[in-house]
């Protein structure tokens, strides 16, 4: 891709969203996903979506979440294992078109693909890269707005559009679309490579973790640890925050090692 090209990255994006079992990235199952492409202006121009029988018990809140249940996966859901291959070889392939991946908390997503192709015994998705997440984005670009920053409060905030929250589908298409109205709204960023934003992104994510972390620990948490690692926290880094945070804290480092509290509205 060249600087002309790269500088109208938002053009053509596109858009991946999970729902899940839960939160926790390292145990929970994919449910359902979606990924597509939009256009220019929004509009949807590919979509390929997928309900999976994850294997395990879906729990009642993730169901009341993203209206799943157990029952309804495995009557009408398709293997992990193939599915998960799937969702990986559908991102592989816009990357290779040269696609910006869109997910709205990518680390989230991401990282808990990467951990069902661990599972699964699947190569993992290249890179990946580069990928736009309109979270970190948001916070850095408009960082003292007050406010939620979930996908359901950015939406709203961006005048975009999002009927059916929490259905996969509803959420990558308004994800996608979010970082097409954040560009409006900030055009400099249009000017910027997407590989350079996508650096950029890194750093962001992290320092937003670095302030929450001492936001928390100034808070009565003193031993609170999270991690910035973006847009894939692999497990290593995990286990490298959880051995050096003091044991009492362990269980705080696995369940909020995200850069902001662990929200259902904004993970599954």
């Known amino acids: 891709m060249d600087a002309t090209s790269s500088a109208r990255w938002a053009d053509e994006l596109?858009?991946?969203d999970l729902?899940?079992?839960?939160?926790?990235v390292d145990t929970c199952r994919i449910v359902t996903a979606h990924v597509g492409v939009i256009g220019v202006d929004g509009e949807v121009l590919e979509r390929r979506e997928w309900l999976v029988d994850p294997g395990v018990e879906i729990p009642t809140a993730a169901s009341l979440i993203h209206g799943v249940t157990t029952e309804r996966a495995r009557l009408e859901g398709?293997?992990?294992?193939?599915?998960?291959?799937?969702?990986?070889?559908?991102?592989?392939?816009?990357?290779?078109?040269?696609?910006?991946?869109?997910?709205?908390?990518?680390?989230?997503?991401?990282?808990l693909l990467e951990r069902e192709a661990e599972r699964y015994g699947h190569a993992p998705l290249p890179g990946p890269g580069p990928v736009i997440d309109p979270l970190v984005i948001d916070k850095a670009v408009d960082r003292y707005r007050r406010g939620k920053r979930t996908l359901t409060a950015a939406a709203e905030h961006y005048g975009v559009a999002?009927?059916?929250?929490?259905?996969?589908?509803?959420?990558?298409?308004?994800?996608?679309?979010v970082a097409q109205a954040i560009v409006r709204a900030f055009p400099e960023l249009a000017a910027v490579a997407v590989g350079d934003l996508h650096a950029r992104q890194v750093e962001w994510c992290r320092e937003q973790a670095e302030s929450y972390q001492a936001y928390r620990r100034a808070n009565g948490e003193p031993g609170f640890t999270t991690t910035g690692a973006w847009p894939?926290?692999?497990?290593?880094?995990?286990?490298?925050?959880?051995a050096a945070a003091p044991?009492?804290?362990?269980?705080?480092?696995?369940?909020?090692?995200?850069?902001?509290?662990?929200s259902v509205d904004m993970l599954f």
Do not use: M, Q
């Not at 999002?162 to 679309?177: F, K, Q």
């Not at 362990?250 to 902001?260: I, K, M, N, R």
């Open 14 to 16: 596109a858009v991946f």
């Open 162 to 177: 999002l009927p059916n929250a929490h259905d996969a589908g509803a959420d990558a298409v308004a994800a996608g679309r």
């Open 247 to 262: 044991a009492a804290t362990s269980t705080a480092v696995l369940d909020l090692a995200l850069p902001e509290p662990a």
């Open 78 to 111: 398709v293997p992990a294992v193939g599915a998960v291959a799937e969702i990986i070889a559908a991102l592989a392939d816009a990357a290779a078109r040269g696609l910006p991946i869109v997910a709205y908390n990518a680390a989230y997503d991401l990282t």
């Open 19 to 24: 729902e899940t079992t839960g939160i926790d």
């Open 232 to 242: 894939v926290r692999r497990a290593v880094a995990t286990a490298t925050a959880a």
